[in-house]
Protein backbone atom coordinates (compact mmCIF):
# COMPACT_ATOMS: atom_id res chain seq x y z
CA UNK A 1 0.00 0.00 0.00
CA UNK A 2 1.36 3.27 -0.95
CA UNK A 3 2.16 5.59 2.23
CA UNK A 4 -0.93 7.60 2.76
CA UNK A 5 0.47 11.05 3.32
CA UNK A 6 3.02 12.40 0.58
CA UNK A 7 4.37 16.66 1.81
CA UNK A 8 4.70 18.76 -0.48
CA UNK A 9 8.12 19.19 0.02
CA UNK A 10 8.82 15.64 -1.26
CA UNK A 11 8.13 16.98 -4.53
CA UNK A 12 11.26 19.23 -3.88
CA UNK A 13 13.71 16.85 -3.07
CA UNK A 14 13.17 18.08 0.72
CA UNK A 15 12.82 15.31 3.30
CA UNK A 16 9.47 16.35 5.04
CA UNK A 17 10.26 16.98 9.24
CA UNK A 18 8.43 15.44 11.84
CA UNK A 19 5.92 17.61 11.90
CA UNK A 20 4.92 16.79 8.46
CA UNK A 21 5.66 12.68 9.31
CA UNK A 22 3.15 12.78 11.45
CA UNK A 23 0.61 15.64 10.40
CA UNK A 24 -2.22 13.22 9.91
CA UNK A 25 -1.96 12.35 13.82
CA UNK A 26 -1.96 16.51 14.26
CA UNK A 27 -5.21 16.23 12.05
CA UNK A 28 -6.49 13.71 14.32
CA UNK A 29 -5.63 15.58 17.33
CA UNK A 30 -8.04 18.39 15.98
CA UNK A 31 -11.42 15.79 15.01
CA UNK A 32 -10.85 14.60 18.89
CA UNK A 33 -11.60 17.84 20.15
CA UNK A 34 -14.28 19.01 17.61
CA UNK A 35 -15.74 15.47 18.59
CA UNK A 36 -15.18 16.68 22.59
CA UNK A 37 -17.16 19.69 21.88
CA UNK A 38 -19.83 17.78 19.77
CA UNK A 39 -20.86 15.43 22.52
CA UNK A 40 -19.88 17.98 25.33
CA UNK A 41 -22.61 20.16 24.10
CA UNK A 42 -25.54 17.28 23.68
CA UNK A 43 -24.66 16.01 27.06
CA UNK A 44 -25.20 19.00 28.74
CA UNK A 45 -29.01 18.73 28.75
CA UNK A 46 -28.53 14.82 29.55
CA UNK A 47 -26.46 16.19 32.41
CA UNK A 48 -29.35 18.76 33.62
CA UNK A 49 -31.94 17.85 33.06
CA UNK A 50 -33.14 16.91 36.75
CA UNK A 51 -33.11 21.05 37.30
CA UNK A 52 -34.64 21.75 33.92
CA UNK A 53 -37.40 19.31 34.73
CA UNK A 54 -37.88 20.87 38.12
CA UNK A 55 -38.37 24.19 36.20
CA UNK A 56 -40.41 23.37 33.70
CA UNK A 57 -42.42 21.16 35.87
CA UNK A 58 -41.76 18.08 33.22
CA UNK A 59 -42.65 14.48 33.79
CA UNK A 60 -40.70 11.76 32.24
CA UNK A 61 -42.35 11.38 28.82
CA UNK A 62 -42.00 15.10 28.16
CA UNK A 63 -38.01 14.62 29.36
CA UNK A 64 -38.00 11.28 26.91
CA UNK A 65 -39.31 13.77 24.00
CA UNK A 66 -36.97 16.48 25.10
CA UNK A 67 -34.00 14.39 25.05
CA UNK A 68 -35.00 13.20 21.63
CA UNK A 69 -35.71 16.03 20.16
CA UNK A 70 -31.96 15.88 19.40
CA UNK A 71 -31.56 12.86 18.03
CA UNK A 72 -35.07 12.80 15.28
CA UNK A 73 -32.76 16.33 13.56
CA UNK A 74 -29.62 14.38 14.02
CA UNK A 75 -30.78 11.30 11.98
CA UNK A 76 -32.82 13.02 9.29
CA UNK A 77 -30.04 15.41 8.73
CA UNK A 78 -27.14 12.64 8.24
CA UNK A 79 -29.83 11.45 4.93
CA UNK A 80 -28.24 14.38 3.12
CA UNK A 81 -25.19 15.95 4.66
CA UNK A 82 -22.79 13.02 3.73
CA UNK A 83 -23.31 13.62 -0.02
CA UNK A 84 -22.41 16.86 0.58
CA UNK A 85 -19.05 16.38 2.39
CA UNK A 86 -17.57 13.56 0.00
CA UNK A 87 -18.44 16.04 -2.81
CA UNK A 88 -17.45 19.60 -0.94
CA UNK A 89 -14.04 21.42 -2.34
CA UNK A 90 -13.21 23.06 0.90
CA UNK A 91 -13.53 21.47 4.32
CA UNK A 92 -11.38 23.74 5.97
CA UNK A 93 -14.49 26.41 6.07
CA UNK A 94 -17.30 24.10 5.48
CA UNK A 95 -16.55 22.31 9.27
CA UNK A 96 -15.85 25.82 11.85
CA UNK A 97 -19.73 27.02 9.79
CA UNK A 98 -20.97 24.01 11.24
CA UNK A 99 -19.16 23.64 14.78
CA UNK A 100 -20.14 27.76 15.16
CA UNK A 101 -23.53 26.80 14.44
CA UNK A 102 -23.90 23.72 17.12
CA UNK A 103 -22.09 25.91 19.50
CA UNK A 104 -24.72 29.26 18.98
CA UNK A 105 -27.75 26.70 19.63
CA UNK A 106 -25.98 25.15 22.88
CA UNK A 107 -25.38 28.58 24.33
CA UNK A 108 -29.37 29.79 23.30
CA UNK A 109 -30.72 27.25 25.38
CA UNK A 110 -29.45 29.11 28.65
CA UNK A 111 -31.78 32.07 27.45
CA UNK A 112 -35.05 29.56 27.31
CA UNK A 113 -38.10 30.69 28.99
CA UNK A 114 -40.26 28.06 27.96
CA UNK A 115 -40.28 24.24 27.07
CA UNK A 116 -41.14 24.77 23.61
CA UNK A 117 -38.07 27.31 22.89
CA UNK A 118 -36.27 24.35 24.59
CA UNK A 119 -37.33 21.75 21.89
CA UNK A 120 -36.81 23.51 19.29
CA UNK A 121 -33.31 24.73 20.07
CA UNK A 122 -32.44 21.18 20.87
CA UNK A 123 -34.03 20.35 17.10
CA UNK A 124 -31.72 22.72 15.79
CA UNK A 125 -28.90 21.99 17.49
CA UNK A 126 -29.18 18.28 16.00
CA UNK A 127 -28.95 19.50 12.53
CA UNK A 128 -25.68 20.97 12.68
CA UNK A 129 -24.22 18.19 14.93
CA UNK A 130 -24.84 15.79 12.57
CA UNK A 131 -21.91 16.62 9.94
CA UNK A 132 -19.50 15.33 12.95
CA UNK A 133 -18.72 11.87 12.58
CA UNK A 134 -19.52 11.37 8.17
CA UNK A 135 -16.87 14.04 8.12
CA UNK A 136 -14.28 13.05 10.70
CA UNK A 137 -14.17 9.65 9.26
CA UNK A 138 -13.95 10.89 5.51
CA UNK A 139 -11.31 12.67 6.53
CA UNK A 140 -9.38 9.90 8.68
CA UNK A 141 -10.21 7.62 5.28
CA UNK A 142 -7.78 9.64 3.62
CA UNK A 143 -5.09 10.25 5.70
CA UNK A 144 -4.76 6.52 7.15
CA UNK A 145 -3.82 3.35 5.76
CA UNK A 146 -6.57 1.11 6.48
CA UNK A 147 -4.41 -1.26 9.33
CA UNK A 148 -4.32 2.16 11.54
CA UNK A 149 -8.10 3.23 10.99
CA UNK A 150 -9.80 1.37 14.26
CA UNK A 151 -7.44 2.96 16.51
CA UNK A 152 -7.44 6.43 14.63
CA UNK A 153 -11.52 5.96 14.85
CA UNK A 154 -11.18 5.01 18.27
CA UNK A 155 -9.14 7.78 19.27
CA UNK A 156 -11.39 10.71 17.88
CA UNK A 157 -14.52 9.45 18.71
CA UNK A 158 -13.44 9.37 22.17
CA UNK A 159 -13.35 12.51 22.23
CA UNK A 160 -17.08 12.13 22.53
CA UNK A 161 -16.78 10.08 25.60
CA UNK A 162 -14.19 12.14 27.41
CA UNK A 163 -16.80 14.85 27.17
CA UNK A 164 -19.58 12.74 28.87
CA UNK A 165 -17.10 12.34 31.54
CA UNK A 166 -15.96 15.63 32.33
CA UNK A 167 -19.52 17.33 31.29
CA UNK A 168 -21.59 15.78 34.72
CA UNK A 169 -18.42 17.94 36.88
CA UNK A 170 -18.92 20.74 34.96
CA UNK A 171 -23.06 20.96 34.37
CA UNK A 172 -23.50 19.54 38.15
CA UNK A 173 -21.14 22.15 40.09
CA UNK A 174 -22.15 25.06 38.00
CA UNK A 175 -25.74 24.43 37.85
CA UNK A 176 -25.25 24.00 41.69
CA UNK A 177 -23.33 26.98 42.49
CA UNK A 178 -25.20 29.29 39.43
CA UNK A 179 -27.86 28.08 37.56
CA UNK A 180 -28.07 25.59 35.02
CA UNK A 181 -28.56 28.38 32.25
CA UNK A 182 -24.70 29.15 32.68
CA UNK A 183 -23.49 25.50 31.75
CA UNK A 184 -24.94 25.78 28.14
CA UNK A 185 -23.83 29.51 27.54
CA UNK A 186 -20.01 28.12 28.83
CA UNK A 187 -20.20 24.89 27.05
CA UNK A 188 -21.51 26.35 23.55
CA UNK A 189 -18.67 29.18 24.04
CA UNK A 190 -15.93 26.54 23.81
CA UNK A 191 -16.32 25.99 20.10
CA UNK A 192 -15.22 28.97 19.45
CA UNK A 193 -11.40 28.10 21.02
CA UNK A 194 -11.84 25.18 18.62
CA UNK A 195 -10.99 27.10 15.32
CA UNK A 196 -7.56 27.65 16.47
CA UNK A 197 -6.16 24.82 16.11
CA UNK A 198 -8.28 23.41 13.37
CA UNK A 199 -7.06 26.40 11.26
CA UNK A 200 -3.42 26.09 12.07
CA UNK A 201 -3.22 22.73 11.69
CA UNK A 202 -5.66 21.34 8.58
CA UNK A 203 -3.77 22.95 6.04
CA UNK A 204 -3.39 21.55 2.31
CA UNK A 205 -4.13 18.37 2.40
CA UNK A 206 -3.83 17.77 -1.13
CA UNK A 207 -0.43 17.91 -0.80
CA UNK A 208 -0.48 16.06 2.31
CA UNK A 209 -1.97 12.83 1.36
CA UNK A 210 -2.43 10.82 -1.72
CA UNK A 211 -5.68 9.30 -0.69
CA UNK A 212 -6.68 12.80 -0.30
CA UNK A 213 -5.94 13.44 -3.42
CA UNK A 214 -7.44 10.53 -5.32
CA UNK A 215 -10.88 11.77 -3.49
CA UNK A 216 -11.01 14.92 -5.18
CA UNK A 217 -11.31 13.65 -8.84
CA UNK A 218 -13.82 15.89 -10.75
CA UNK A 219 -16.68 13.97 -10.79
CA UNK A 220 -16.46 14.35 -6.97
CA UNK A 221 -16.80 17.81 -6.72
CA UNK A 222 -19.75 19.52 -6.13
CA UNK A 223 -18.88 22.70 -7.73
CA UNK A 224 -19.91 20.79 -11.00
CA UNK A 225 -23.38 21.44 -10.62
CA UNK A 226 -24.29 19.67 -13.62
CA UNK A 227 -23.56 16.62 -11.94
CA UNK A 228 -23.84 16.71 -8.74
CA UNK A 229 -27.59 15.39 -7.92
CA UNK A 230 -27.04 12.85 -9.96
CA UNK A 231 -24.61 11.77 -8.54
CA UNK A 232 -25.75 11.96 -5.09
CA UNK A 233 -28.46 9.53 -5.71
CA UNK A 234 -26.66 7.28 -7.77
CA UNK A 235 -24.19 6.80 -5.07
CA UNK A 236 -26.99 6.42 -3.04
CA UNK A 237 -28.35 3.59 -5.18
CA UNK A 238 -24.89 1.96 -5.08
CA UNK A 239 -24.58 2.14 -1.10
CA UNK A 240 -27.93 0.82 -0.26
CA UNK A 241 -27.62 -2.14 -3.13
CA UNK A 242 -23.90 -3.27 -0.72
CA UNK A 243 -24.66 -6.01 1.67
CA UNK A 244 -21.79 -4.52 3.43
CA UNK A 245 -23.26 -1.49 3.83
CA UNK A 246 -26.52 -3.03 5.45
CA UNK A 247 -24.29 -5.10 7.94
CA UNK A 248 -22.65 -2.07 9.17
CA UNK A 249 -25.66 -0.12 9.32
CA UNK A 250 -27.81 -3.09 11.47
CA UNK A 251 -25.05 -3.46 13.37
CA UNK A 252 -25.38 0.27 14.70
CA UNK A 253 -29.04 -0.46 14.65
CA UNK A 254 -28.25 -2.56 17.78
CA UNK A 255 -25.37 -0.23 19.45
CA UNK A 256 -26.39 3.00 18.95
CA UNK A 257 -29.23 2.91 21.13
CA UNK A 258 -26.95 1.47 23.98
CA UNK A 259 -24.48 4.70 23.44
CA UNK A 260 -27.55 7.48 23.73
CA UNK A 261 -29.28 5.48 26.62
CA UNK A 262 -26.17 6.07 28.11
CA UNK A 263 -25.38 9.24 27.67
CA UNK A 264 -28.72 10.88 27.88
CA UNK A 265 -30.61 8.77 30.78
CA UNK A 266 -28.13 7.17 33.04
CA UNK A 267 -28.30 10.23 35.07
CA UNK A 268 -32.40 10.57 35.29
CA UNK A 269 -31.97 6.57 36.44
CA UNK A 270 -29.17 7.36 39.15
CA UNK A 271 -31.67 9.84 40.70
CA UNK A 272 -35.23 8.61 40.36
CA UNK A 273 -34.37 4.81 41.00
CA UNK A 274 -31.24 4.65 43.10
CA UNK A 275 -32.15 7.78 44.41
CA UNK A 276 -28.86 9.79 44.24
CA UNK A 277 -28.51 13.21 44.97
CA UNK A 278 -27.71 15.37 42.13
CA UNK A 279 -24.46 16.75 43.58
CA UNK A 280 -20.95 15.62 42.72
CA UNK A 281 -21.17 12.21 43.73
CA UNK A 282 -23.40 11.87 41.18
CA UNK A 283 -20.75 13.30 38.61
CA UNK A 284 -18.26 11.02 39.67
CA UNK A 285 -20.09 8.04 39.45
CA UNK A 286 -20.79 8.95 36.29
CA UNK A 287 -17.90 9.99 35.08
CA UNK A 288 -16.25 6.60 35.99
CA UNK A 289 -18.69 5.10 33.51
CA UNK A 290 -17.98 7.30 30.78
CA UNK A 291 -14.51 6.85 31.59
CA UNK A 292 -14.59 3.01 30.86
CA UNK A 293 -16.52 3.74 27.72
CA UNK A 294 -13.90 6.13 26.40
CA UNK A 295 -11.40 3.14 27.32
CA UNK A 296 -12.84 0.39 25.12
CA UNK A 297 -12.93 3.14 22.15
CA UNK A 298 -8.95 2.72 22.59
CA UNK A 299 -9.03 -0.49 23.40
CA UNK A 300 -11.49 -1.46 20.63
CA UNK A 301 -8.99 0.07 18.19
CA UNK A 302 -5.77 -1.02 20.07
CA UNK A 303 -6.57 -4.75 20.04
CA UNK A 304 -7.11 -4.43 16.29
CA UNK A 305 -4.00 -3.53 15.63
CA UNK A 306 -2.44 -5.87 17.88
CA UNK A 307 -4.03 -8.64 16.65
CA UNK A 308 -3.11 -7.36 12.59
CA UNK A 309 0.59 -7.08 13.48
CA UNK A 310 0.33 -10.74 14.70
CA UNK A 311 -0.64 -12.07 11.63
CA UNK A 312 -4.51 -12.09 12.25
CA UNK A 313 -6.80 -10.06 9.42
CA UNK A 314 -8.09 -6.93 10.00
CA UNK A 315 -11.57 -8.71 9.52
CA UNK A 316 -11.04 -11.60 11.69
CA UNK A 317 -9.64 -9.35 14.08
CA UNK A 318 -12.72 -7.10 14.63
CA UNK A 319 -14.78 -9.79 14.73
CA UNK A 320 -12.68 -10.95 17.94
CA UNK A 321 -13.14 -7.74 19.26
CA UNK A 322 -16.77 -7.46 19.01
CA UNK A 323 -17.63 -11.04 20.03
CA UNK A 324 -15.88 -10.35 23.19
CA UNK A 325 -17.19 -6.76 23.67
CA UNK A 326 -21.09 -8.40 23.35
CA UNK A 327 -19.77 -10.38 26.06
CA UNK A 328 -19.22 -7.80 28.30
CA UNK A 329 -22.31 -5.75 27.09
CA UNK A 330 -24.64 -8.81 28.15
CA UNK A 331 -23.61 -7.21 31.68
CA UNK A 332 -26.31 -4.89 31.79
CA UNK A 333 -29.04 -7.68 32.57
CA UNK A 334 -27.55 -7.78 35.91
CA UNK A 335 -28.30 -4.11 36.72
CA UNK A 336 -31.94 -5.47 36.87
CA UNK A 337 -30.74 -7.58 40.11
CA UNK A 338 -29.29 -4.63 42.59
CA UNK A 339 -30.29 -1.10 43.91
CA UNK A 340 -26.71 -0.41 45.25
CA UNK A 341 -25.08 2.66 43.56
CA UNK A 342 -21.77 0.96 44.07
CA UNK A 343 -22.74 -2.40 42.19
CA UNK A 344 -24.67 -0.24 39.29
CA UNK A 345 -21.33 1.36 38.91
CA UNK A 346 -19.64 -1.28 38.37
CA UNK A 347 -22.16 -3.27 35.83
CA UNK A 348 -22.46 -0.30 33.82
CA UNK A 349 -18.79 0.42 33.79
CA UNK A 350 -18.18 -2.82 32.19
CA UNK A 351 -21.25 -2.26 30.02
CA UNK A 352 -20.32 0.92 28.16
CA UNK A 353 -16.56 -0.67 28.03
CA UNK A 354 -18.22 -3.44 25.54
CA UNK A 355 -20.21 0.02 23.96
CA UNK A 356 -17.01 1.63 23.13
CA UNK A 357 -15.20 -1.34 21.89
CA UNK A 358 -17.64 -2.23 19.43
CA UNK A 359 -18.40 1.52 18.10
CA UNK A 360 -14.37 2.11 17.51
CA UNK A 361 -14.64 -0.54 14.91
CA UNK A 362 -18.00 -0.05 13.42
CA UNK A 363 -16.72 3.18 12.52
CA UNK A 364 -14.01 1.40 10.69
CA UNK A 365 -16.19 -0.91 8.81
CA UNK A 366 -18.00 2.32 7.73
CA UNK A 367 -14.91 3.00 5.82
CA UNK A 368 -14.67 0.00 3.83
CA UNK A 369 -17.96 -0.02 2.10
CA UNK A 370 -17.03 2.27 -0.65
CA UNK A 371 -13.57 4.12 0.01
CA UNK A 372 -14.79 6.80 -2.33
CA UNK A 373 -17.42 7.67 0.01
CA UNK A 374 -17.07 7.60 3.07
CA UNK A 375 -19.27 10.31 4.41
CA UNK A 376 -22.03 9.33 2.66
CA UNK A 377 -21.81 5.95 3.78
CA UNK A 378 -21.24 7.06 7.34
CA UNK A 379 -23.88 9.99 7.36
CA UNK A 380 -26.76 6.97 5.49
CA UNK A 381 -25.43 4.72 8.11
CA UNK A 382 -26.29 7.65 11.21
CA UNK A 383 -29.55 8.45 9.77
CA UNK A 384 -30.74 4.15 10.12
CA UNK A 385 -29.02 3.92 14.25
CA UNK A 386 -29.78 7.41 15.05
CA UNK A 387 -33.35 7.42 13.14
CA UNK A 388 -34.38 4.37 15.34
CA UNK A 389 -32.24 5.37 18.75
CA UNK A 390 -34.39 8.87 18.68
CA UNK A 391 -37.53 6.52 18.47
CA UNK A 392 -36.07 4.19 21.39
CA UNK A 393 -34.88 7.17 23.80
CA UNK A 394 -38.12 9.03 23.28
CA UNK A 395 -39.77 5.13 24.31
CA UNK A 396 -38.05 5.22 27.85
CA UNK A 397 -39.58 8.34 28.80
CA UNK A 398 -43.32 6.60 27.88
CA UNK A 399 -41.73 3.09 29.48
CA UNK A 400 -40.49 4.27 32.99
CA UNK A 401 -43.21 7.27 33.14
CA UNK A 402 -45.64 4.05 33.40
CA UNK A 403 -43.68 1.55 34.82
CA UNK A 404 -41.66 3.48 37.15
CA UNK A 405 -39.16 0.56 36.17
CA UNK A 406 -36.11 0.58 33.71
CA UNK A 407 -36.10 -3.38 33.58
CA UNK A 408 -37.66 -3.83 30.34
CA UNK A 409 -35.09 -1.20 28.94
CA UNK A 410 -32.09 -2.96 30.51
CA UNK A 411 -34.17 -6.34 28.54
CA UNK A 412 -34.48 -4.51 25.60
CA UNK A 413 -31.02 -3.23 25.04
CA UNK A 414 -29.41 -6.41 25.35
CA UNK A 415 -32.04 -7.99 22.95
CA UNK A 416 -30.35 -5.30 20.44
CA UNK A 417 -26.91 -5.69 21.42
CA UNK A 418 -27.78 -9.57 20.76
CA UNK A 419 -29.06 -8.68 17.27
CA UNK A 420 -26.14 -6.79 16.62
CA UNK A 421 -23.55 -9.38 17.00
CA UNK A 422 -25.69 -12.12 15.05
CA UNK A 423 -25.43 -9.28 11.81
CA UNK A 424 -21.36 -8.88 12.14
CA UNK A 425 -20.94 -12.35 11.76
CA UNK A 426 -23.60 -12.65 8.84
CA UNK A 427 -23.11 -10.09 6.92
CA UNK A 428 -19.83 -8.28 7.50
CA UNK A 429 -17.70 -10.46 5.23
CA UNK A 430 -14.27 -9.77 3.01
CA UNK A 431 -16.61 -10.18 -0.90
CA UNK A 432 -18.89 -7.20 0.58
CA UNK A 433 -15.91 -4.63 2.11
CA UNK A 434 -12.98 -3.35 0.95
CA UNK A 435 -10.47 -3.88 3.60
CA UNK A 436 -7.01 -2.53 1.89
Known amino acids: MSEPFVHAGALSDTAPNRYERNWRWWVLATLFLATFLNYFDRQTLGTAIGPISEEFGLDNAQRGQLLSA ?109 DWRLSFVLAGALGVLWLVPWLLIF ?62 WFPSFFTQSLGQPFDQSLARNLSVI ?45 ATQTQSVTASVVIFSIYVFGIGAILANQHAFKQDVDPKQVATVAALVGFIETGFTAFVIKEVGVITSETADFTPVFLLLAGLATFAVMVVFTLLRPKWLVIN
Not at 211 to 224: D, M
Not at 240 to 246: D, E, N, Q, Y
Open 70 to 178: FVFTYAFTHLFIGGIIDRIDNIRRFFPIMVIGWSLSTMLVGLAQNYATLLGLRYLLGFWEAVNFPLCLMIIARIFPAGERSLASGIFASGAFLATLTAPFFVIYVSNAY
Open 203 to 264: RRPAERSSLWRQGLKPENILSEKSKTFPNVWQSYRRILRSPGFWGVALLGLGVIPSLYFATQ
Open 290 to 334: YFMQDAGLWAGGAVVLWLTGRGMSILKSRKLVIAVAYGLMLSILL
